[in-house]
């Protein structure tokens, strides 16, 4: 065919802006580039495939489909290839020369039906092609349609700067050739490593084999008696796929092996160490999507920090998009790790950012309570292996699934299911809250727990003496978030949850009459000494009473109902959060000789503030004034 003359047109948009645009602001990765051709690559051999079921000659005796990446250091181009159903010259330059006019989009229309909802096309946008002027300062398109004569190819160009130029070329094959004329600060994308790289993390699970040209290691020959020199890795003429183009989580469960499950884990999550447990499952109804999950068998050291990311991938017909997907997955159950693919979803133009929609929400939702159930059975399991897992689930990410009692009230219930404690009699943390609740004395009527820093600290709480000497069990909660966790839950399964270090403790049918009244005698017997108490310690507290709550303790604190606990405001402020100025109650302990001796003490100021110290004390807080407190105790052990 003699050479054509070439037609220049303009582009149908204000193309400087609009391509400054797409080079410069609309992806924030460069390497996006590859994944939209590879795209873009992959949706034509897909409408060849559709559109060949009615013509099949238009295979043209090449029935595999595959895309290929080239590198040529001399030229300095970056080639992507494919056999799929190519342009005509005047698709080229209606696709090509208007900005956001979509091929694909314009071919989904045209589907109906079974082909619509089969169809693996991706670019739905139009502007992935020009995202090639990331990293090329000229681009070059080769293409044959599909079932046309070799000899009407077309060949576009464009230096993105407002003008394109078309001409007639021949074409033995059908299909596209992109081919990128790459700008001097993207050459490190003729490496082959590195193009396999970015194509491994982007493309990899796309159907069609992605292949590059075969390296081997080749050591120069050398006549006798001279030094070798070193070997280097040379391009043969054979092809082979880089990608694995086949999704895991595409395929059945039944025909996933527990292995493969484990070294897909891996692969994604870059742990060594095994999941404790997975769910695999095709989403069906008005939103479809498929979800891989996994629970991980030991915390990253940034899992405790608020701004920890997501570990949830997010792809679109099996295209890579987006990395840390956090509307995916509730905040507290950001250990998990996974896969989330979803063929139809809304993203924005750049396809990197997930826009909250009914369908998003839907997933979180959907993925929220797979992972709480898959954790459920895990915790109900009778497998010796299950239930060792759950307690690895426990000790590792029990702080961060509490955050969840605060944050999803729909799945509040699920979550209280599957908390453990240790207990006032069981040091071993283990107790369910149904646990607890199948074993109440008869006549108690609320679940008791007390809130502190340590386990030791909970178990010897003045708080909880009255509970011991009866025999009422009471949770141990010493987890930092359980005191804030534990104000969003006022019952479990019809139950009052109480804070025993809160309020009065009524103990209803499980204190008789006589207790009851000698807690009456005893207050006013002791009328004059609170008084006393109250008026020396009033900047300290705002209410000084008799409790029977204290067996071996002279005084314990107490906040009321609604009011910061004393643990909660100490992690505030560590926090540096600013905190109101609350006092506590002070209870004092009738029976405690320490108590008895204040009546006629003549240093009632000093032991009443050694009294009110060591009540502090005993919860983990240290006196406002340390030295002040030591120097009483000196002065009253000198007496």
Same mark, same amino acid.
């Given at each position: 065919m003699s050479e054509q003359v070439s037609k220049n047109y303009s582009f149908q948009a204000e193309v400087a802006q609009l391509l400054h645009l797409v080079t410069h602001s609309l992806y924030s990765n460069p390497e996006i580039f590859l994944r939209e051709l590879i795209s873009n690559a992959s949706d034509a051999c897909d409408k060849l495939r559709f559109e060949g079921i009615n013509h099949p000659e238009y295979y043209e005796n090449d029935p595999d489909l595959r895309v290929r990446v080239s590198l040529d250091k001399e030229l300095k181009t970056l080639t992507i290839s494919d056999n799929g159903i190519g342009l005509s010259e005047q698709e080229a330059i209606d696709n090509l020369g208007t900005i956001a006019k979509s091929g694909t989009k314009d071919f989904m229309t045209k589907l109906t039906g079974d082909q619509k909802s089969d169809a693996q096309l991706?670019?739905?946008?139009?502007?992935?092609?020009?995202?090639?002027?990331?990293?090329?300062?000229?681009?070059?398109?080769?293409?044959?349609?599909?079932?046309?004569?070799?000899?009407?190819?077309?060949? %576009?160009?464009?230096?993105?700067?407002?003008? /394109?130029?078309?001409?007639?070329?021949?074409?033995?094959?059908?299909?596209?050739?992109?081919?990128?004329?790459?700008? +001097?600060?993207?050459?490190?994308?003729?490496?082959? %490593?590195?193009?396999?790289?970015?194509?491994?993390?982007?493309?990899?699970? =796309?159907?069609?084999? $992605?292949?590059?040209?075969?390296?081997? %290691?080749?050591? @120069?020959?050398?006549? !006798?008696? @001279?030094?070798?020199?070193?070997?280097?890795?040379?391009?043969?003429?054979?092809?082979?796929?880089?990608?694995?183009?086949?999704?895991?989580?595409?395929?059945?469960?039944?025909?996933?092996?527990?292995?493969?499950?484990?070294?897909?884990?891996?692969?994604?999550?870059?742990?060594?160490?095994?999941?404790?447990? %997975?769910?695999?499952?095709?989403?069906?109804?008005?939103?479809?999507?498929?979800?891989?999950?996994?629970?991980?068998?030991?915390?990253?050291?940034?899992?405790?920090?608020?701004?920890?990311?997501?570990?949830?991938?997010?792809?679109?017909?099996?295209?890579? =998009?987006?990395?840390?997907?956090?509307?995916?997955?509730?905040?507290?159950?950001? /250990?998990?790790?996974?896969?989330?693919?979803?063929? +139809?979803?809304? =993203?924005?133009?750049?396809? !990197?950012?997930?826009?909250?929609?009914?369908?998003?929400?839907? =997933?979180?939702?959907?993925?929220?309570?797979?992972?709480?159930?898959?954790?459920?059975?895990?915790?109900?399991? !009778?497998?010796?292996?299950?239930?060792?897992?759950?307690?690895?689930?426990?000790?590792? /990410?029990?702080?961060?699934?509490? !955050?969840?009692?605060?944050?999803?009230?729909?799945?509040?219930?699920?979550?209280?299911?599957?908390?453990?404690?240790?207990?006032?009699?069981?040091?071993?943390?283990?107790?369910?809250?149904?646990?607890?609740?199948?074993?109440?004395?008869?006549?108690?009527?609320? $679940?008791?727990?007390?809130?502190?820093?340590?386990?030791?600290?909970?178990?010897?709480?003045?708080?909880?003496?009255? /509970?011991?000497?009866k025999g009422i069990e009471v949770l141990l909660m010493t987890d930092r978030v359980d005191e804030w966790a534990m104000n969003f839950v006022q019952e479990f399964d019809g139950t009052p949850l109480q804070n025993v270090s809160k309020g009065a403790v009524d103990l209803g049918d499980l204190q008789d009459a006589d207790e009851k009244k000698a807690l009456e005698q005893a207050a006013e017997q002791f009328k004059s000494v609170v008084d006393r108490l109250t008026a020396s310690l009033k900047d300290k507290t705002k209410e000084v009473r008799v409790t029977t709550r204290l067996v071996d303790s002279p005084a314990c604190l107490v906040t009321s109902e609604g009011e910061l606990s004393p643990q909660l405001i100490r992690m505030l402020k560590q926090a540096g959060q600013a905190v109101p100025d609350i006092k506590p109650t002070l209870e004092i302990n009738p029976e405690h000789a320490l108590v008895k001796k204040l009546e006629s003490s003549a240093e009632f100021d000093d032991l009443a503030h050694v009294i009110f110290d060591q009540a502090l004390i005993a919860e983990g807080n240290l006196p406002e004034d340390p030295a002040a407190y030591v120097k009483r105790i000196n002065s009253l052990l000198l007496k």
């Open positions: 991706i670019g739905q946008f139009g502007v992935g092609f020009y995202s090639g002027f990331i990293v090329a300062d000229k681009i070059t398109v080769e293409s044959r349609r599909a079932g046309s004569a070799t000899t009407d190819g077309v060949r %576009w160009v464009s230096g993105g700067t407002g003008e /394109f130029e078309v001409q007639p070329i021949d074409k033995a094959t059908r299909g596209t050739d992109i081919i990128l004329h790459l700008r +001097d600060d993207s050459l490190d994308y003729l490496e082959s %490593w590195k193009v396999k790289q970015v194509i491994n993390k982007y493309s990899d699970h =796309i159907s069609l084999p $992605i292949e590059m040209q075969k390296e081997v %290691w080749q050591e @120069e020959e050398v006549a !006798e008696g @001279e030094t070798p020199k070193d070997g280097q890795m040379v391009k043969s003429d054979d092809w082979e796929a880089i990608n694995s183009a086949s999704a895991l989580w595409t395929r059945s469960k039944s025909e996933v092996t527990d292995e493969q499950y484990i070294e897909f884990y891996k692969n994604l999550s870059h742990d060594f160490a095994e999941p404790l447990a %997975w769910t695999h499952n095709r989403v069906e109804g008005s939103t479809e999507y498929t979800q891989l999950l996994y629970i991980p068998s030991q915390a990253k050291q940034d899992l405790f920090t608020r701004e920890a990311k997501a570990g949830i991938k997010l792809y679109v017909k099996r295209v890579f =998009i987006l990395d840390e997907a956090d509307n995916l997955i509730p905040n507290y159950l950001r /250990f998990v790790q996974g896969v989330v693919d979803r063929a +139809d979803l809304q =993203i924005n133009v750049r396809r !990197e950012l997930l826009q909250e929609s009914r369908d998003v929400k839907t =997933i979180r939702e959907g993925n929220a309570r797979r992972v709480l159930t898959l954790l459920d059975g895990l915790a109900k399991s !009778e497998d010796e292996k299950d239930q060792q897992n759950f307690k690895t689930f426990y000790t590792e /990410f029990s702080s961060v699934l509490k !955050e969840g009692l605060g944050e999803d009230f729909g799945n509040r219930e699920r979550i209280l299911k599957l908390l453990r404690y240790a207990t006032s009699t069981n040091n071993e943390v283990s107790t369910s809250l149904a646990d607890y609740k199948a074993r109440m004395k008869e006549g108690q009527k609320a $679940i008791y727990y007390v809130t502190a820093d340590s386990e030791m600290a909970a178990k010897n709480s003045p708080q909880i003496e009255v /509970f011991k000497k």
